[in-house]
């Protein structure tokens, strides 16, 4: 069964700092990895989709990575802004259409 | 724009009664989820559905059950209702196409209290 992982659970930044955050899955036959943000009480917002055949994606100040030998996804924000204070969820799919298996999160905070 | 409504936001229910919540997108698409989330758990699936009157259980499908008698619509049913079911319910709809690349767009969410 796959297990996703997120670390840190939490993290504090200066605006302006660029960060990573990781998300490490522990069966390299994931099929899909989504990169979601969600604000407190709200639902998920998808940020990144990285296909099955794809190394990575960007939009606007986000790149997500995925390397699925090592199990691992980033995603890289630049030049952070208290706006992106949420909590980001990776999520995995194992076929084509299936449910996600989605980590616990890490809680970004960035100040001002 | 794809959307995916909940029928409430905030629900109050009391021990043992039948609590419906509703989840409907508007963008035709095939399959369709319902994840609750609580903290320290993460989120997690309860049912999902490839296809009108079809139904596959989750991880945690026990004191639940779902409908989806037309294709935009996806109901979960909870029997009766307990404690232990207070959370935040999110519905999910993402469309199937061959050979991948889809999204899972998700609603605003119900959060459920049980008393």
């Known amino acids: 069964k796959q297990e996703v992982t997120q670390i840190p659970a939490a993290l504090s930044v200066p605006e302006g700092e660029n960060l990573v955050l990781n998300c490490s899955f522990t069966d390299s036959a994931i099929y899909n990895l989504q990169w979601f943000r969600q604000d407190p009480g709200k639902g998920l917002t998808s940020l990144l989709l990285i296909q099955s055949s794809q190394r990575e994606q960007t939009s606007g100040r986000l790149n997500a990575s995925l390397d699925k030998s090592s199990g691992r996804s980033t995603l890289y924000i630049a030049a952070s802004q208290p706006g992106d204070s949420a909590t980001y969820l990776c999520?995995?799919?194992?076929?084509?259409?299936?449910?996600?298996?989605f980590g616990e999160g890490t809680q970004l905070t960035v100040n001002p | 724009d794809v959307k995916v409504t909940q029928s409430s936001r905030y629900l109050v229910k009391r021990t043992g009664e039948k609590v419906f919540l509703e989840c409907v997108q508007d963008m035709d698409h095939e399959n369709m989820f319902w994840y609750r989330q609580d903290p320290g758990l993460g989120l997690r699936l309860i049912y999902f559905?490839?296809?009108?009157?079809?139904?596959e259980k989750g991880d945690i499908p026990e004191g639940y059950s779902v409908s989806r008698e037309k294709k935009e619509r996806f109901s979960l049913i909870l029997e009766s209702a307990s404690t232990n079911q207070t959370s935040m319910y999110l519905c999910?709809?993402?469309?199937?196409?061959?050979?991948?690349?889809?999204?899972?767009?998700f609603g605003p969410g119900t959060r459920l209290l049980v008393l």
């Open positions: 999910a709809s993402t469309p199937w196409i061959a050979g991948g690349g889809e999204t899972q767009y």
């Open positions: 559905s490839y296809d009108v009157k079809m139904k």
């Open positions: 999520a995995g799919t194992e076929t084509s259409g299936s449910r996600l298996t």
